[in-house]
């Protein structure tokens, strides 16, 4: 399975973006790279993802590198509320099943 | 709020003994799969559900089971417990149509708020 890296740890001031980088150089051409969050081991949520184009929600905006080894997720204004840890994950397919391969994240700390 | 639940919440099992986990999926998925947290790591993905059969599975033995009902809802069972096994279960449904896009497919997975399982 493709793996990824990310950062153990970043901060951010609240207000200010918060850009979490991801290195998935094994990724293959049909596989997705999506972001999730989780919130005190609470269930994973949610955030964006993407193929080889840029992508944007109203949470956070995607950004791949066109050799589509790296990526970034991009929160535009953080607020307090986004302390959480981030999950790059590679989307692999296992025959016809659709498979998160989540590494152990980033943990984001926003603050005052 | 993803429309994903699961019960119980908690739950205390001695080693050996046998354990039935529920999930209900978002209305309208077709998918649920099923992902086992031990403590500080990240998700890890046991099995998948695609219409009532399972569709993948990862490094995990045959004593961990599932089931997916007619109405997509879902349940998980591990047999012969050991202490190992304690973790938070995840539960995530999906609408996937394997067949619409092929390898290029994409679909969005919705997570429950998990059980927490102890073995002692």
């Known amino acids: 399975d493709a793996k990824t890296t990310q950062p153990t740890s970043m901060d951010c001031a609240e207000g200010r973006a918060a850009n979490l980088p991801c290195n998935h150089s094994?990724?293959?051409?049909?596989?997705?790279v999506y972001w999730y969050r989780q919130i005190h081991s609470q269930g994973p949520q949610y955030i964006i993802h993407?193929?080889?184009n840029n992508e944007t929600n109203e949470m956070a905006s995607l950004i791949i590198t066109e050799d589509r080894k790296s990526s970034t997720l991009i929160l535009p204004h953080a607020t307090l509320r986004d302390t959480a840890v981030y999950y790059c994950?590679?989307?692999?397919?296992?025959?016809?099943?659709?498979?998160?391969?989540f590494g152990t994240g980033t943990r984001l700390q926003v603050t005052l | 709020e993803t429309g994903v639940t699961q019960s119980p919440t908690h739950l205390i099992k001695t080693r050996g003994q046998q354990v039935t986990l529920r999930c209900s999926s978002q209305s309208g998925h077709n998918t649920v799969s099923w992902y086992q947290q031990a403590l500080g790591q990240g998700p890890q993905f046991i099995f998948q559900?695609?219409?009532?059969?399972?569709?993948g599975r990862g490094n995990f033995p045959p004593r961990f089971s599932g089931l997916q009902f007619p109405n997509y809802s879902s349940e998980l069972n591990v047999n012969a417990l050991e202490l190992d096994d304690s973790a938070l279960y995840l539960c995530?449904?999906?609408?996937?149509?394997?067949?619409?896009?092929?390898?290029?497919?994409?679909?969005?997975?919705?997570f429950g708020p998990g059980t927490r399982l102890t073995v002692l």
């Open positions: 559900y695609y219409r009532e059969e399972e569709n």
């Open positions: 995530a449904s999906s609408l996937w149509n394997w067949k619409a896009g092929g390898p290029f497919s994409a679909d969005t997975q919705y």
């Open positions: 094994t990724i293959s051409g049909n596989e997705y």
């Open positions: 993407g193929l080889k």
């Open positions: 994950i590679v989307r692999v397919l296992t025959g016809t099943a659709s498979k998160l391969t």
